[in-house]
């Protein structure tokens, strides 16, 4: 019995060393995040209506277009998303720190109709590393690298 707790003791100790932990969870909360760009987009065409995305440090949340009224994920129902513990969110490529999309699901840096330019970044950064969605241009593709 000792012999085999001594092994199920190196076993765990050697499965902790090796677990990806805080990297699986940065790649999950990027995929998370592109899904997110994809159904607000989607939800725009669809609905024939502008609607944001409005990012802080921790979190991204759901807005119409005024940013004022909620916009209900189908799957949390709630319009807020929350980062995992220790992660950051940064953006490059909005200055307003949010994203419009409109009814043809082009992307847009304000509400007055400034389509994006270039490349937005949305940066998730951890302990582990980095990881960083980009938006296109035009068509709102939005792809992890």
């Not at 707790?5 to 076993?11: C, E, M, S």
């Not at 989607?42 to 609905?47: A, K």
Request: charged share 10%; net charge negative; aromatic share 6%.
């Amino acid at each position: 019995l000792i012999i085999v707790l001594i092994v199920l003791t190196i076993l765990g100790s050697a499965l902790m060393v090796v677990w990806p932990g805080d990297n699986v969870s940065l790649q999950a909360e990027a995929q998370q995040l592109a899904n997110d760009l994809r159904y607000i987009q989607f939800l725009s065409m669809s609905q024939d209506s502008s609607y944001r995305v409005n990012f802080s440090s921790d979190q991204y949340t759901f807005t119409d277009l005024s940013g004022v009224s909620a916009l209900l994920h189908p799957v949390t129902e709630s319009n807020i998303a929350t980062l995992g513990t220790g992660m950051i969110l940064s953006t490059t490529g909005l200055p307003n720190n949010y994203l419009v999309f409109d009814q043809q699901g082009i992307p847009y840096t304000d509400t007055v109709g400034t389509e994006l330019s270039s490349n937005a970044t949305i940066t998730l950064t951890a302990s582990s590393g980095s990881i960083a969605v980009t938006v296109s241009p035009e068509t709102g593709l939005a792809t992890i690298s």
